[in-house]
């Protein structure tokens, strides 16, 4: 059973930073590309990053391009977001996704190709 289990959202302030984590499990971590996805209350999931499966590329949304670092540690099976300069535009839940992507060292930007999903985690940035 693949699980992804999103932490480290909290109420922050803006110009502050936060570092989410997403574990997963139940999955052959290194075959997946993995991504980040906000999604604020009345609007639609949005692209945040996403990280090939080697982490050799990163793609990044133009909001927060600059500001926010995606990364990963295939040996514990870990995927990381730093999120710096913080606005109030950021809040949202952010959601960790996994997208096989056997033999492919690229990511997808697209909600569609994502196989497999967490649940999410509330970030709120004040002004």
């Known amino acids: 059973q693949v699980q992804l289990v999103e932490s480290g959202g909290e109420l922050a302030q803006a110009g502050g930073s936060l570092r989410l984590s997403c574990a997963a499990s139940?999955?052959?971590?290194?075959?997946?590309?993995m991504g980040w996805f906000r999604q604020a209350p009345g609007k639609e999931r949005e692209f945040v990053a996403a990280l090939s499966r080697t982490g050799g590329r990163t793609y990044y949304a133009d909001s927060v391009k600059g500001r926010f670092t995606i990364s990963r540690d295939n040996a514990k099976s870990m995927v990381y977001l730093q999120m710096n300069s913080l606005k109030p535009e950021d809040t949202a839940v952010y959601f960790c996704?996994?997208?096989?992507?056997?033999?492919?060292?690229?990511?997808?930007?697209?909600?569609?190709?994502?196989?497999?999903w967490g649940q999410g985690t509330q970030v709120t940035v004040s002004s």
């Open positions: 996704a996994a997208d096989l992507r056997y033999g492919m060292a690229t990511a997808s930007s697209s909600v569609n190709d994502y196989d497999y």
């Open positions: 139940g999955l052959t971590f290194g075959s997946y590309a």
